[in-house]
């Protein structure tokens, strides 16, 4: 339905200012400007070297882990309001999670910029999760040109650099869509790992109340038949958090697995998890 609203105001035209009308992914890029047009302080990463970095493919898409007895706990579109919340249950279930994060949408602001994301961003990495990028504004990469999705990308390369002191190897796309020849392109030459997912929470279409058992139901049926390890839930949905989450690591604990970052989860040491600006070579530490 998002979808749909975005292609018919598109078509209309419907002009005006504010949040409402410039926060991405629904800013009608076409017609003015849009958050996505703001850029990253610093210096572009765009032409940094991209050599590869492990075993983990960069040619093909990715939608199961490897390593057995573990289930990939994935986030996109934040961080968010919600995020510190989610950050303190996983704590408390030692559990790791990757976020794939945004760097300018839903009229948040930019992560680099505004509170409360570099703190929430660096408590990440500090806690042993994973960052990875779900690229800048949320477009849709099969639908833009090719120079507008190597934006998306280094922008937030950029932005995530400014906080941490580097920037992922791993993205997911939005819409789960990147499909065509020169999307799957262009990700490979800036040398990312495509990462789908084989358990869907359904929390994007259960995120109510009176909804989230669903999502509930969702997640226990995928955990009873294996192999369905690498998660997607949304950390810009509170139900998803405060109440999935939590019922979701306890039927991890129960069939005795654990937790973890997609990184791990693909058996790809954290060194290969980020690059480094400028060199582009591998990076494990957090400045």
């Known amino acids: 339905m998002e979808e749909d609203v975005v292609q018919i105001l598109d078509f209309v035209g419907y002009c005006g200012t504010g949040k409402a009308y ?3 992914p629904d800013c009608q890029y076409k017609f003015g400007k849009c958050d996505s047009d703001n850029t990253p302080a610093g210096a572009s990463t765009l032409g940094d070297p991209r050599p590869i970095l492990g075993q983990v493919p960069y040619n093909t898409d990715i939608f199961a882990c490897t390593k057995p007895n573990v289930v990939a706990l994935t986030y996109d579109d934040g961080p968010y309001l919600y995020t510190s919340q989610l950050l303190d249950i996983l704590d408390t279930f030692g559990f790791k999670a990757t976020f794939f994060v945004t ?7 930019a992560i680099d910029t505004a509170a409360p994301y570099p703190d929430l961003l660096t408590r990440m990495v500090a806690g042993g999760h994973q960052i990875a990028s779900h690229t800048w504004s949320h477009y849709s990469l099969d639908e833009i040109t090719t120079d507008m999705r ?9 932005a995530i650099a400014n906080v941490i002191g580097k920037y992922p190897t791993y993205m997911r796309p939005p819409y789960s869509q990147c ?7 262009d990700m ?15 929390d994007y279409l259960n995120p109510l109340p009176s909804q989230i058992q669903a999502a509930k139901d969702a997640v226990a049926n995928a955990l009873a038949t294996t192999p369905h390890q690498l998660a997607i839930q949304h950390d810009t949905i509170e139900q998803s958090v405060s109440v999935l989450s939590s019922y979701f690591f306890s039927e991890i604990k129960k069939k005795g697995w654990t937790g973890v970052t997609a990184g791990e989860c693909l058996e790809d040491p954290q060194g290969n998890w980020y690059r480094t600006p400028g060199t582009g070579a591998g990076s494990g530490a957090a400045r």
């Not at 760097?103 to 602001?109: F, V």
């Not at 490979?188 to 495509?194: D, F, N, P, V």
Request: aromatic residues 10%; charged residues 20%; contains cysteine.
């Open 150 to 158: 190597k934006q998306q990308m280094v922008k937030n390369e950029r």
């Open 103 to 109: 760097g300018n949408n839903l009229g948040k602001g």
């Open 22 to 24: 410039c926060s991405d």
């Open 188 to 202: 490979q030459s800036l040398g990312y790992h495509r990462v789908y997912f084989d358990l869907d929470s359904t």
């Open 179 to 185: 499909y065509t020849a020169g999307c799957q392109a």
